[in-house]
């Protein structure tokens, strides 16, 4: 289905560190099974701050059997959203959500008995601890291992309810902090989760009950160690699900690299909602989101760094090209999903479906 805005209210706004705040929305009964997700996924939000649109995505951090819709928002400096959501949004007012989208996702089997490794640090503890909470709940004979990497005890996000899920389930839950500026008592526990760290901790966790799967989120150096490590410990890559939450592409950090394959001239045409936007594009050109949005197609995006996958698409007949893929795996790529916002045509003719 693709992902659509809805306004929908904020129920409330609580503060959970001295820069973060968690928003709850008030989705309407009628819009529910809309809005219904897997522990992982993320929630596209759009609001007019100081006159531009501005859309930004945040995981999920409550779990569907809450029945809450529940997002946290990390303040960044300079940063446009999480300053607004922090500073300016209160309960009661109403945001354009998008309905739930994202890969980073798991699906609950209560009758599996499995082990779940999950590596979090800083705001990337948002679609860990929902993946956790459904495990712990929905998976009776499953475990689960957090490790939580932070700066201080202070800037843990969700402390109390992460330590609350440890003495609920105390013998299926593993939670390990790791500090970088406070000492827990033991070197193991302090420093950033890199990949000696990760090397450190799978050896002590993990080596004697290798996990089915370990998730990853946070800043995208501690995602590729830890990645590097369960690879170098014998976990197959199928077995390992990163999430990131900005572009390592941002052009504000460095351009992207310069196409220089060969030149195609083609005919595009964008179907969304059974309806048919055609357009004249070249390989080394516009990408197909934003050329089909400026002629008034409303297609679903948001991050535009190719990170997310709010606008991905099939393509249906013709070749394409992405500039970056952080979102889409490798079986979405081979069945033909491509993320509109990095795509670019490779063959004369090129249809592209948001429908399929
Ligand atoms: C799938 C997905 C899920 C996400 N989930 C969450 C979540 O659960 N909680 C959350 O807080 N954020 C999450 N994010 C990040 C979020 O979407 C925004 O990028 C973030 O809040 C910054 O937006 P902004 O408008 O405040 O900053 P912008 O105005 O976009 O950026 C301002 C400056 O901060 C830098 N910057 C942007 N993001 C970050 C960052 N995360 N850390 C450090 N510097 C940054 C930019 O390079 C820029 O220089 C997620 C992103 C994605 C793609
Ligand atoms: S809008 Fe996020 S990947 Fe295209």
Not at 66 to 75: G, H, L, S
Not at 110 to 127: C, E, H, N, V
Not at 203 to 211: E, G, I, S, T, Y
Request: proline fraction near 5%; charge should be negative.
């Amino acid at each position: 289905m693709t992902p659509k805005f809805h306004a929908v209210k904020v129920k409330e706004v609580r503060q959970e560190t001295e820069d973060s705040v968690s928003i709850a929305f008030e989705v309407p009964a009628d819009l529910q099974e809309s809005y219904h997700y897997l522990s992982g996924q993320y929630l596209t939000l759009k609001a007019e701050i100081n006159d531009e649109e501005v859309r930004r995505s945040y995981s999920l951090c409550s779990a569907p059997h809450e029945n809450e819709w529940r997002v946290a928002v990390k303040q960044v400096e300079n940063g446009k959203f999480s300053t607004f959501a922090n500073e300016t949004l209160k309960a009661g007012d109403t945001l354009d959500v998008m309905t739930p989208a994202g890969n980073f996702k798991i699906s609950p089997d209560a009758s599996t008995q499995r082990s779940i490794a999950l590596f979090a640090a800083g705001s990337g503890i948002t679609p860990i601890i929902s993946i956790a909470k459904t495990i712990l709940t929905q998976e009776p004979l499953s475990d689960v291992t957090i490790f939580y990497g932070n700066k201080t005890i202070s800037s843990i996000i969700f402390r109390e309810e992460v330590e609350g899920l440890k003495n609920e389930y105390m013998d299926r839950l593993r939670l390990v902090h790791i500090l970088s500026r406070e000492n827990l008592g033991t070197p193991l526990l302090k420093g950033r989760i890199d990949v000696e760290k990760a090397n450190q901790l799978f050896k002590v966790f993990l080596q004697d009950d290798v996990p089915e799967s370990v998730y990853i989120c946070g800043p995208e150096q501690m995602i590729l160690d830890v990645k590097e490590s369960m690879l170098s410990n014998g976990m197959d890559t199928k077995a390992i699900h990163l999430e990131l939450f900005t572009s390592p592409d941002d052009p504000k950090d460095k351009p992207a690299e310069k196409y220089e394959g060969p030149q195609i001239e083609s005919n595009v045409s964008v179907i969304l909602d059974g309806d048919r936007f055609d357009l004249h594009l070249e390989s080394d050109g516009e990408n197909i989101l934003d050329a089909a949005t400026k002629t008034g197609a409303d297609l679903p995006y948001a991050c535009k760094g190719g990170v997310c996958c709010t606008c991905k698409a099939k393509v249906m007949e013709g070749e394409a090209r992405m500039d970056v893929n952080y979102a889409l795996e490798p079986d979405e790529v081979a069945a033909g999903y491509i993320l509109t916002c990095q795509a670019h045509p490779m063959s004369d003719k090129l249809v592209v479906s948001f429908d399929d």
